[in-house]
């Protein structure tokens, strides 16, 4: 039986962070994953998708954000053993489909350089490469540089 694809909710939150710690190792922060949900929650209550296995794991997950303009995709991820199989498709296609009821104009995502499986991914769901320079600047000095802090088992 295929995943369910339903709203994130509290109850989700161990299931999250599992998946989240096997999808993501260059975060791979349990304190860093739990403050973006938090912030996610308390800014902006949705869109969040989760998906849940027939036994009722979260297997996949995607997170939504609607800048007016734009809808943007993060934290797209699919259990290992559930990979290959058109669930991340699925995602990523709730995902635009909730952007697009909100008004979002453009779907927008970012992937790190030299991720070229994940390019492939995109792609294959019609994403085209723009040739932008992404910049960032921290606004929280005391925050700690993701990849670098440690927080499994806190
Ligand atoms: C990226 C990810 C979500 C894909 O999930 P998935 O359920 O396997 O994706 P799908 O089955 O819907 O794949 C659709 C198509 O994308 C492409 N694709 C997916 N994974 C790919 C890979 N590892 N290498 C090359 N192409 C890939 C293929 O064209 C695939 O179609 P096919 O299986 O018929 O060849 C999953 O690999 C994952 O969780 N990765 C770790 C987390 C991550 O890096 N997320 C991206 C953050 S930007």
């Known amino acids: 039986m295929e995943p369910e694809i339903r709203d994130y909710s509290d109850a989700d939150l161990s299931g999250v962070l599992r998946l989240w710690l096997e999808c993501f190792p260059e975060v791979r922060s349990l304190i860093v994953f739990r ?9 902006q209550p949705g869109p969040f998708l989760v998906a849940i296995s027939a036994e009722g794991s979260v297997v996949g997950t995607v997170v939504g954000g609607m800048d007016g303009l734009n809808g ?3 934290l797209v991820g699919v259990n290992q ?6 669930l991340g498709t699925r995602l990523v296609r709730a995902m635009e489909q909730r ?6 104009a453009f779907v927008c995502l970012q992937v790190e350089n030299g991720r070229d499986q994940i390019v492939n991914f995109y792609h294959s769901m019609g994403y ?12 929280q000095e ?13």
């Open 99 to 104: 952007l697009h009821e909100v008004g979002a």
């Open 81 to 86: 053993a559930f990979r290959r199989a058109g």
């Open 142 to 154: 005391d925050r700690p540089e993701i990849g670098q802090e440690n927080g499994e088992g806190s």
């Open 72 to 74: 943007w995709i993060y």
């Open 128 to 139: 085209r490469i723009q040739p932008r320079i992404s910049m960032v600047k921290m606004l």
């Open 35 to 43: 403050e973006m949900i938090d912030r996610k929650l308390a800014t």
